[in-house]
Each structure stands twice: as C-alpha cells, then as structure tokens.
C-alpha cells in the first residue's frame, strides 16, 4: 500500500498554483503603476525644477515652457488625440509654475465643456431655422436633449471634489462614459438626416468629441495608478485578504429602500397612487411624476395600480430617487406602439424613458405593441444612473431595452424581442434574467444583445449572469446569437447563465462582413445547457471561451458596477461575484 505522506491533495495544489499566480499578477500589476508614476508624475512633477539645476535664484524653482511642455505631452500620451490634448493645456498652462495629473484632467474637462457649449448653440441655430425634413428634425431634437444631458455629467464630473479619490473613480468615468455616449448617440440618430446635417454636426462636435475622450483617458490614468497602488499595498500586506459580500445583498441604496423591495404593493404606503378607475388622485403615471419634487434626496414611491396605462412615460433628469411600484408583471402593464418605421427616431421611441437618477421600479410591465414589422420599437429606455428594475417584463421586438449608459442593475427580469434587443453602453448587469428571442420578420436573424462600447477608457458593457437564455416562440428556422458588436469596443459577458440549444452554434454574428475587429471583449465562463458549447464558436480575436475566475469577478456586482455602494440598500437580492 502507498503513502499519501508529504503529498499535497489537488484542491491544495489548486489553491497553491492560484496563489503563485495572484503573486505573479500583484508584481506586474505593481511594476507597471511605477513605470506609470515615473512617466506621468516625474513628468508632471519631477521636471518642474529648472533644468539649470542649483543656486538659490527664486527662479530656479519655477517650471520653464520646455518643462510644462513635456509634462503636458506625457499625460497626453494616454489619450486617444494626443494632439488636441496637448494644444489645448499647453495654451492654458504656459505660465504654470504647479501641474499635477488632477489639475490637468479638470482643465480637459472645462475644455471640453466650452466646446460642448458651442456645439449645444450650433445645435440650437439649426433646430431654429425650421429647414429641416421631419426625420432631421426629429434627429435634431434628440441631440437639443442628447447634449443637455452631456452637459449634465460633464458638470458633476468638474465639480466633484474628489477627482483623485478611489472611491469617485467609478463615478467619474461613468459620467465621462456617459456624456461621450450621449453625444455619439445623437450622432448616430442623424444617420437617417440629410447628409448636409451629418456633415455639419460631424464638424460641429469633432472638439468637443476629442476633449472629452482625452477627459476621460486622463482620469482613467490617475485611477489606475490609484488603483494599482492601493491594490499592490493591500495584497502585499496580506494574503490572506478577500472580498467581502455583505449579507445577500450589496450595498447599493438605503435600508429603507431594502424593506420597500422586500414588500408587496399593498404593504407599502406611497406617496402617490396611480389608478386608471378614478379611485386615486392621478389617472395617468405622468400627471403622478409632475407632482415629485425636483433633485430630492428623499425616496418619491409611486404605486401604480393595475390595468393598462397606455401612454408614454418620462421620468425627467430632474426627478431624482423615484420608486414605481406596480401589482406585478401581466397586471400593471404601461403600454405603447411608437417606432422608426413611422417615422420616429429610435431614441424617442421608447414607451418608458428614465433620465432621473436612482430610479427602481418592481412589479411592472412595459411594452412597444408595434410589432416586427415596425423595426425599431423600444418599450423602456433607460438612463438613469444606479438605476434597479425587479421583477419586471419588458416586451417588444427589435431593439426592446436601450440601456443607453450609466450604471444599472437587472434582477427576476424578462426581456422578450428579436434583433439587437438589449442594446446601448451602459455598464449594466442581468442578474437571474429570463432573455426570451421571439419570432422575427422572416428572414431576419435573432441577435440577443448589441453594446455600444466605442472608446476603450469607457467602464461600460453587459453582463448576463445567471440566467436564463431561451426562446419564447417556436424559433425552429431562426438563426439566433448572443449578439453582435456594435462599436469598436464592444464588450459582453455570459457567465453561469442556462442556454438554450436555439443559439447557433457560431454563437455571435459580425456586425458587418465575416469577422468583428479585435478589439472587442466577448466572453463566455461556466455556462450551461445545449446552447452553452464553445467548440465550434467564432474565431475572433476578441471571443474569450476561456477565461479565469478571477477575469469573470471583474464582471460582477462589486466590481463591475459598485453594487457594494448603491444596490444593498434596494433590496434588490444578488450575487456580489460568481
């Protein structure tokens, strides 16, 4: 009989090869912040002493044009435009004698605000001047709002007061993320223009287009350097340190919020009742919104009771913390049938649109009835930061939830539709989702999902844990995909989800042509079912079928989307990692 002494067990022998790889990954992740600090910090700080060296002259502590300049060219090394970058601060900072990595990001960012207002007024003239066919003008509206909302995160970006601060990196990026997705969102709605407003509008935001991508690099850069500096010190301090899930819940919004979660509608009392029958002060949702006050801190619930509410929803930027509350999923239905085919543009086409931040919603369903034969008909459009949905149903066709940007949270949700139905470029989790395909148009191809990543400093994307992937309809002659890359950066993630066998092997369909560009991040971890097979997948350079644990935890609630901060306090349950 053999000896097991001095052996080590497998899980053992698992655990000491993932620990010899954590180091590994610790000491190049602390190697490259210092080749980063050297290059970006000695620049900015370090060659800010006259070269000329020694004496006592008062002078010789003053930064010269040739020093400023070179700081100014290596923090621009980041950026995607290194050329506007660097003319634009340069012309702000010649006579600086204090630059620092902050100092430059909040001047990009005032850059960048000054040449969105140009673009706003240009934008303005144009709508004005009433020459326009009925779909540019319609495109052009979008943008009046499109750029307003720019203006908005560009606003609490440069006002935060903790640019630098771990803890507001996450905010500051989503932000930035979000006011370059409004801006490429108008100017992909103005694709069905006249060709005299694309090329106009095309030179109008080019500025501003460039200012706020270099905004967004240079935080992205501080935030790294942050990061890595903190995450090397706290790994090497202990190794015994892990990520914390707090109870089954993260830690998204208030307690009080928590409970109103965990309660039916008839064990909450509301601030506002919602009944078509006349048994409640409002008839409609949107008689009730009016009534929220504007920017309250303070959680706004609106139980809105059952029936069919056919009508189109906004919920303003300026209504902040809205709770809409509805007796479930098939019983308070809000409903309508607006779409491109007759005329109105994507963007606007939504049934429900939320700007206002800190919005959740449970026990609703929202639909767009117009049919396939429509196309682009969208039923909840969503661009409401640290936004939650529970237990809701959104039902359309083409295109049926536009999370269009900012960060939200998706949980015991069913989305039903055919092509490119969950869209946009917000950084977003599906968390034990039903994602139904339905019957398209004949000879339309089904493609779950299409995110609109197009710059890689962006924090966005989508990502579908635990759920269900499914056909809702007899899909037998439907070529169906997880989804197609919209933009350059396209990033999507199916983790520890069931799919079904209706989901062509290839498993993702190109955009254009026969390949995607390499640049995207599609994955695939630990998921189930006989559509779950990578062997016969797509060979494209950015297709992942492969990935780490610790590449999928990236994908999570608490590293993905803060939930440790904003979605504990919902209510909402989750999964803080896999």
């Known amino acids: 009989m053999s000896s097991s002494y001095g052996k080590i067990d497998e899980a053992e022998q698992a655990r000491l090869e993932a620990r010899r790889k954590t180091r590994k990954r610790i000491t190049i992740i602390v190697l490259s912040s210092i080749v980063l600090v050297a ?127 771990l803890q507001a990196a996450d905010d500051l990026r989503t932000w930035l993320s979000a006011a370059g997705t409004c801006q490429d969102t108008c100017l992909v709605g103005l694709q069905n223009a006249s060709q005299s407003l694309q090329t106009q509008m095309g030179q109008y935001t080019q500025n501003s287009t460039e200012f706020i991508s270099n905004s967004l690099a240079l935080v992205t850069t501080i935030s790294n350097i942050a990061s890595s500096i903190k995450m090397g010190r706290r790994l090497m301090s202990s190794s015994n340190d892990q990520e914390v899930e707090v109870g089954e819940f ?6 009080a919020d928590r409970k109103l979660l965990k309660k039916s509608a008839n064990q909450i009392k509301p601030d506002l009742v919602v009944a078509q029958d006349g048994s409640s002060k409002y008839r ?23 029936g069919v509410y056919n009508e189109k929803v906004t919920v303003l930027s300026s209504k902040w913390n809205i709770m809409m509350i509805g007796d479930g999923m098939g019983v308070t239905i809000v409903t309508g049938n607006l779409n491109f085919v007759d005329g109105t543009p994507t963007f606007q086409s939504a049934t429900v649109v939320v700007y206002g931040k800190g919005f959740m919603a449970t026990g609703m369903e929202i639909r767009n009835t117009a049919g396939a034969v429509k196309q682009q008909a ?28 900012l960060r939200q949270f998706y949980r015991e949700c069913d989305i039903l539709g055919t092509v490119d139905f969950i869209f946009g470029n917000a950084a977003v989790i599906f968390q034990n989702c039903n994602i139904l395909a339905r019957l398209p148009l004949l000879g339309q191809e089904n493609t779950l999902t299409a995110q609109g990543r197009f710059d890689p400093n962006q924090n966005t994307g989508t990502s579908i844990q635990n759920c269900n992937i499914a056909a809702a309809e007899n899909l037998k002659s439907t070529q169906t995909y997880l989804g197609r890359p919209w933009k350059n950066y396209s990033t999507t993630i199916y983790m520890e989800s ?32 006989p559509g779950s097979s990578t062997k016969n997948r797509v060979k494209w350079k950015g297709l992942k079928t492969s990935l780490s644990a610790s590449q999928a935890n990236k994908f999570t609630v608490n590293s993905f989307i803060g939930g440790g901060r904003w979605i504990y306090g919902a209510g909402v349950p989750f999964k803080a990692g896999l």
């Open 39 to 165: 290059i970006i910090v000695g620049a900015l700080v370090g060659t800010l002493t006259s070269r000329g060296g020694g004496g006592g002259d008062s002078s010789s502590s003053s930064s010269t044009p040739q020093s400023v300049s070179d700081s100014i060219k290596a923090a621009c090394k980041a950026t995607l435009y290194p050329d506007s970058c660097y003319t634009s601060l340069y012309a702000m900072l010649t006579n600086s004698s204090n630059i620092d990595p902050q100092q430059l990001a909040k001047l990009s960012v005032q850059i960048a605000i000054t040449e969105l207002s140009k673009v706003s007024d240009q934008v303005s003239l144009l709508e004005s001047q009433g020459k326009l066919d009925n779909m540019s003008a319609a495109a052009l509206q979008d943008c009046v709002t499109l750029m307003d909302l720019a203006m908005d995160h560009l606003n609490d970006t440069l006002y935060s007061t903790q640019l630098t601060a």
């Open 250 to 255: 993260p830690v998204w919004l208030s307690a």
């Open 284 to 306: 409609t949702i949107s008689e009730a919104l009016k009534a929220v006050p504007d920017k309250s801190k303070k959680r706004t619930v609106i139980y809105v009771k059952k």
């Open 378 to 405: 969208v039923a909840l459009l969503s661009h409401s930061d640290q936004s939650v949905f529970f237990r809701c149903r959104m039902d359309a066709y083409q295109d049926t939830l536009y999370t269009h940007s």
């Open 498 to 529: 069931w799919v079904g066998g209706f989901i062509n092997p290839a498993g993702w369909l190109p955009w254009v042509g026969n390949t995607a560009p390499n640049t995207i991040f599609y994955a695939e971890y630990n998921n189930v079912g």
